[in-house]
T-cell receptor, first 116, second 109 residues
Framework: KAGVTQTPRYLIKTRGQQVTLSCSPISGHRSVSWYQQTPGQGLQFLFEYFSETQRNKGNFPGRFSGRQFSNSRSEMNVSTLELGDSALYLC???????????????FGPGTRLTVL | KNEVEQSPQNLTAQEGEFITINCSYSVGISALHWLQQHPGGGIVSLFMLSSGKKKHGRLIATINIQEKHSSLHITASHPRDSAVYICAVSPYNTDKLIFGTGTRLQVFP
C-alpha cells in the first residue's frame, strides 16, 4: 500500500498570505488528522476529519481550517499567515480514529511551511 | 506543567549502549504511543500500549498505568537509531492525542 502523501513538501509564504496544504491518506483510510510541529511547542493536534466531517478540533484559532473530500483526501488552509505559523504540518490517516486500543495512525512526511 | 513529560530532552550514546527514555503523564489514558521521527520529518509509530510490555526487535516499551509512567528501551543501540522519540497519550473519552516534546537521541559509532 502507498503511504500517506502530503503536498507540497516545502512552502515559503509571507505574512498575511494564505496557504492550502494537501494530504492523501492510505487507501481505505477514512480518518485524517492534522498536526502542527514547532521546535518550541512540539506536536499539537489541529483537527481530525472522518467521512467529510470534522470530528475533533484542537485549540487553534479560526484562521486554521480544513476539509475532507469524498475520496478521503484532506486539505488544510491557514489564512492571514503569521510568523508563528512557520512549522512542520503533518497529517496522519487511520481506518477509524475512534477506539485507540485497536487503531494505528500512519503519518505523512509533512509540509514544512516558512512564513517570512 | 505539561500533561506529558519526557526525559531526558537530549541523549547521546555510543553504539552498543542500552538506552532508556522515560515518559510521565498526568491524565487518565486509554492508550500511550511511542513515535520515532527521523530528520526530515517522517514519523513512524513504534508502539501503542495500554498495559504491560511490548517488544519489537531491539525496542522494548513498558507502561505502568498506576504510576502513569512509560519507558522506551533500546538495546544494542546503533547510529541508525538516531532520531527524536516522542511519547503521546490518548486521554479517556477523547480522540485527541497529547504529545510530549520529544527526546533527541544521537548514537555515535
Amino acid at each position: 500500500k502507498a503511504g500517506v502523501t502530503q503536498t507540497p513538501r516545502y512552502l515559503i509564504k509571507t505574512r498575511g498570505q494564505q496557504v492550502t496544504l494537501s494530504c492523501s491518506p492510505i487507501s481505505g483510510h477514512r480518518s485524517v488528522s492534522w498536526y502542527q510541529q514547532t521546535p518550541g511547542q512540539g506536536l499539537q493536534f489541529l483537527f481530525e476529519y472522518f467521512s467529510e466531517t470534522q470530528r475533533n478540533k484542537g485549540n487553534f484559532p479560526g484562521r486554521f481550517s480544513g476539509r475532507q473530500f469524498s475520496n478521503s483526501r484532506s486539505e488544510m488552509n491557514v489564512s492571514t499567515l503569521e510568523l508563528g505559523d512557520s512549522a512542520l504540518y503533518l497529517c496522519a490517516s487511520s481506518l477509524n480514529r475512534r477506539g485507540w486500543a485497536v487503531n494505528l495512525e500512519f503519518f505523512g512526511p509533512g509540509t514544512r511551511l516558512t512564513v517570512l | 506543567k505539561n500533561e506529558v513529560e519526557q526525559s531526558p530532552q537530549n541523549l547521546t550514546a555510543q553504539e552498543g549502549e542500552f538506552i532508556t527514555i522515560n515518559c510521565s503523564y498526568s491524565v487518565g489514558i486509554s492508550a500511550l504511543h511511542w513515535l520515532q521521527q527521523h530528520p526530515g520529518g517522517g514519523i513512524v509509530s513504534l508502539f501503542m500500549l495500554s498495559s504491560g510490555k511490548k517488544k519489537h526487535g531491539r525496542l522494548i516499551a513498558t507502561i505502568n498505568i498506576q504510576e502513569k509512567h512509560s519507558s522506551l528501551h533500546i538495546t544494542a543501540s546503533h547510529p541508525r537509531d538516531s532520531a527524536v522519540y516522542i511519547c503521546a497519550v490518548s486521554p479517556y473519552n477523547t480522540d485527541k492525542l497529547i504529545f510530549g516534546t520529544g527526546t533527541r537521541l544521537q548514537v555515535f559509532p
